[in-house]
């Protein structure tokens, strides 16, 4: 895989520091973007959350082009005309991150979606930030899928549902949006595009869903998807709003 580092092109595997934070401990912060297949979708918005990170813990990382070193990473992996999930890693080794981008095919997966309740309550103090030591929403990602599901829902000690392990959430109650609000989430850049398409309210949500007609998925990769059984609460299967939103996430119908 061609891959991005040290300013300039590289082919083959990326050299980690064995006596650095990112290979020990798994220090350091990705963005996770898509190219459409023709070009790289909200770059800004992944750039700002991850400037935010490096800033709030006081990382030295100097990021390149990101709208353009991403679609190059796409290009010179033989990807255009294809949808790719592009990462942006910034492993941080000895006080410092140098950053390392990468592209690969994406197939977007079909809904509707069903998703478990994780079952162990989360409370995580690096929830705001994109953080590469991602192995609690991997487990819980693989015990829903090895239970038959789509994806985990994390929910907090008192039953506040957050969202899943890979993508925010949103309820339709009648003709309102709402998303879970509060601490605990990832600031969700496909949640910023959505609100700019549909009214999305933050509340507190339980897991007692009754008051909901539909549930939605939203991230980058996927865009707006529905959810037709969250726990046990079915939900009806909205595709129209769906369609409209992830035109904007994804770029395309």
């Known amino acids: 895989m061609i891959h991005y580092r040290d300013g300039g092109w590289h082919d083959g595997p990326v050299p980690m520091d064995p006596t650095g934070e990112a290979f020990k401990f798994g220090v350091g912060f990705f963005e996770t973007l898509l190219y459409n297949g023709e070009r790289i979708m909200h770059a800004g918005l992944h750039e700002e959350r991850l400037q935010n990170s490096l800033r ?3 990382v030295a990382c100097e990021l390149p082009d990101i709208h353009a070193v991403c679609t190059e990473a796409a290009l010179r992996n033989g990807l255009e005309g294809r949808e790719a999930r592009v990462n942006v890693f910034c492993p941080v080794e000895h006080g410092r991150a140098e950053p390392v981008i990468l592209a690969a095919p994406f197939e977007r997966p079909e809904g509707p979606l069903r998703l ?3 079952p162990d309550p989360v409370v995580n103090p690096m929830a705001g930030h994109k953080s590469m030591n991602y192995f609690f929403h991997l487990a819980a990602h693989r015990s829903a899928m090895d239970s038959g599901f789509h994806d985990a ?3 907090t000690p008192n039953d506040e549902v957050l969202e899943t392990c890979f993508a925010a959430l949103v309820f339709r109650r009648g003709e309102q949006f709402v998303t879970p609000g509060g601490p605990g989430r990832l600031p969700s850049t496909a949640l910023a595009v959505a609100g700019g398409i549909i009214d999305i309210r933050p509340e507190f949500v339980s897991l007692d869903l009754r008051d909901f007609d539909a549930c ?3 991230n980058t990769l996927g865009g707006m998807m529905p959810v037709e059984l969250l ?6 299967v909205d595709r129209t709003t769906c369609r ?5 996430i994804i770029g395309k119908e």
């Open 244 to 248: 409209t939103v992830s035109a904007a």
């Open 216 to 218: 939605y998925s939203l």
């Open 153 to 155: 829902v994390l929910v």
């Open 116 to 118: 478990r309740v994780h």
């Open 231 to 236: 726990g046990d609460r079915r939900f009806a």
């Open 56 to 58: 709030a813990f006081d």
